[in-house]
């Protein structure tokens, strides 16, 4: 259960750092301050790829531990419902009105 959650909450890090990178990458190629992005020879790839590495590293860092641990209570709390009968707790019931004839 531990190594499923680690992978899910892994690809979910990634995901959200490429989420949040990519945009603000493709914001400051298009915006070009300084001619840092862009010049008379085309585009340097390696000032593009360095800011989407400095955006990225950091959330992807720091979403991949919350969603590990978010992933792994919910597998918990779903194998504990489901030796338990799968009835959620009594708070959480649904009742449900039948029509009498």
Same mark, same amino acid.
């Given at each position: 259960?531990?190594?499923?959650?680690?992978l =899910?909450?892994l690809? =979910?890090g990634i995901?959200?750092?490429?989420?949040?990178a990519?945009?603000?990458?493709?914001?400051?190629?298009?915006?070009?301050?300084?001619?840092?992005?862009?010049?008379?020879?085309g585009?340097?790839?390696?000032?593009?790829?360095?800011?989407?590495?400095?955006?990225?590293?950091p959330?992807a860092l720091?979403?991949?531990?919350?969603?590990v641990?978010? =992933?792994?209570w919910?597998?918990?709390?779903?194998?504990?419902?489901?030796?338990?009968?799968?009835?959620?707790?009594a708070?959480?019931?649904?009742?449900?009105?039948?029509?009498?004839?």
């Amino acid at each position: 259960m531990m190594a499923r959650s680690l992978l =899910i909450g892994l690809a =979910i890090g990634i995901a959200i750092g490429l989420l949040v990178a990519a945009p603000i990458t493709f914001m400051e190629w298009q915006a070009n301050p300084g001619g840092v992005y862009q010049n008379a020879q085309g585009t340097r790839w390696d000032h593009v790829g360095e800011t989407l590495w400095s955006w990225f590293w950091p959330f992807a860092l720091l979403a991949t531990p919350i969603a590990v641990a978010v =992933i792994a209570w919910r597998l918990r709390k779903a194998a504990s419902m489901d030796k338990a009968g799968s009835q959620p707790a009594a708070s959480h019931r649904v009742h449900v009105i039948r029509r009498q004839k």
